[in-house]
C-alpha cells in the first residue's frame, strides 16, 4: 500500500514547528510532524519580547488558536497553564564588567542599562521554560489534527514534479513520508541543510562566537537597587564584557537557564570546550556572578556550541522552505531568535493558505535572509562595542528605538507604519541605520561621541520611548507620557494613546501632555 501524500509535512517539533503545523490545520491542510527526540526535552532559546509576543497573539486570533493566547502575557498565563513553566521578563538588564576585577559601586549608573519592556507584572514578556512550552505546543497539535511522529531518524529528502519525499526510519522499521510540501523546523544546520546539501554563507562583518550553556537551580537573585524602572531579576539579564556576554534568565519552577556567548579568542582564553570548568572560569572572572551561583546546581549538562551564527546560502525551494530559526541564526543577544521565527511562520502561513507557493517563497527567502543581515548587522556592532560601555548602549537604543516604536504601532493597529524587523527597510530608518551600522563594523577605531550623536539623530523620529535622554541615566521605565510624546510619530492622536493606554495602564493616572 503506499504512503499518503500530505499538503505539509513538517520537520521538527520545536515551538515554531508545532505552531506552524496546527495553523497549518487551521488552514484546512492535512500536515504531519516529525520529530527525531521526544517531549519533553530540554531546548535553548527561552527569553521572548513584546514583539515576539505581539506576533504570536496574532497569529492565534487570525488562525483562531484562542488556547495558545494565555502564553503572550505573564499574567493570563499564570491563571490558565500554571503547571507550564516560565518566568517573568518585566525588561532587558545589562550590566558591563572588566573581566577580573572587584566588584564596584556603580552609584552614578554608567555600568548598567535597564530597559523596561512592561509597565506592570500583568501584561509582562515571559522566559518560556521551552521543555513544558513545547510539549504544551506539540499536544495542541495533535489535538488540532496533526499526525505526529517522534524519535524518527531522517536521512534524506528527494523532489519531484508533484511532491517531496523524506526516508529514514522509526521503531527501526523503514519509514517515508510524501507531502507536497516542507517546512523545515530543526535549526540551524538542519535537516534539510544536511539533507539536500545547502550551503552556508558567511554573515558579513559578524565574528565567529561560540556558546556554553546549561540550567542550573539554587542561584540567588541579585540585589534589587530603590526605585529601578523594574526588578532586576524579573528581567532577561546580561553581563557584558570585552569579547562577550553571559545571559541569566530565571523560572518560577526554581530552574535558571545562564550561559555565555563569546568571541572564537574569548572562548579560547577561557577554554570554553572544557564545559563546566570553563564556566568556573567566568563565574572567577565576573565577582557579582561567582556570588550569585555560589550555591548553584547544575540541572544538566553544559552544552557548548563552536560556532553559534549561521545562514544558510539558499532558505527555500519549490517544495520546501527553511523557518527563519532554520535559515539563520546571529545570537541569543537581544533575543532577536523568537521574533524573526515567529515573522517567518506569519509569512509562511500566509504563503500556505494560497494554492500557488512560487512567487511568494521567493519574497519570504529575501524577507528572511535581509531580516537575519539586519540583526547580524546590529549585533555585530555590539560585540564591537563591548569593551567600550557608554557606545554599545548607544547603538542598542537603535534596536530599542526601532522595536518600541514597531510594537507600538502593532499596539495601536499601525503596523504598516512598522513593516519589517528593525525597520530595516522602512525608508528613513533603515538606509540611515544600515549606513551607520556598517560604518562602526569596518572602523578601525570609533568615536563614541560623533557615533552617540548620529545614533540620537537617527532615533529621534521613532523615539517613542524617552530613549538617550541624559536626564534618565540608563534607566528607561515605560512612562505613558513619552507615547503622548511621541504620537505623532506614530500618526496617533492623544486619544488614541489614551485608549490603548487604559486597557495596558488600567488605574494607573495618564493624561495628554
Ligand atoms: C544559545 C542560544 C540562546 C538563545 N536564546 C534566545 C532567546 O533568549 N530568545 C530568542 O528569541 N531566541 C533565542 N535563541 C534562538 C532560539 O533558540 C530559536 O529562535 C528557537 O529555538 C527556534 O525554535 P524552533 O522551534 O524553530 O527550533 P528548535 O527549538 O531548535 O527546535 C528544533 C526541533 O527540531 C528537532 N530536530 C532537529 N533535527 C531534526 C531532524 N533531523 N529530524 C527531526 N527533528 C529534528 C529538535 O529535536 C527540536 O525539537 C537562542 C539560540 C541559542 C543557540
Redesign the pocket.
Known sequence: MSEPVYDIAV?????????LAMIARRLGRSVIL????K?P?F???????PL?NLLLEDLTTRYDLPRLKPLTKWGRWQRAYPEVGCGLKRGFTFYHHELGEAETNDSDRTRQLLVAASPHDEIADT?WY?ADF?HFLVLEAQAAGVCYLDE???HAASESEEEIRID?TRNSAKLTVRAKFVVD????R??LH??LSLRGRPLPGFPHTQ?L?SHFSGVRRLDEPQAQPFPVNAA?VHHVFDGGWV?V?QFNNGIT?A?T?VTDRMAERLKLADGAPAWDRVLELIPVLKKQFAAARLERPF?H?PR?SFRSGCIAGKRWAL????AG?V??LL???????LLGISRLAEIIGTDSFGAGLSAYSAQTDSDLLAAARLIGALYKSMANFPLFVSISLLYFAAVSFAEMARRLGKSRLAGSFLLHDHPLFGPQCKALLDSILRAESLDSQDLTERILRIIEPFNVAGLGDPARRNWYPVEAEDLYRGASKLEATPDEISAYLATAMPGSYFQAV
Open positions: 520537520v521538527g517539533s520545536g515551538f515554531a514547528g508545532s505552531l516529525l520529530e527525531k527526540g517531549h526535552r531546548a535553548i532559546g527561552e527569553s521572548s519580547t515576539s522566559h521551552r513545547d524518527v531518524g531522517l529514514g523546523a530543526t535549526g540551524p538542519g535537516f544536511r539533507a556558546a550553556f532577561a545571559w534568565l537557564s550561559g556567548a552544552i556550541v553559534l523557518l527563519p530559526s532554520a541564526f545570537d541569543p533575543s532577536t531568535g523568537f521574533p524573526l521565527t
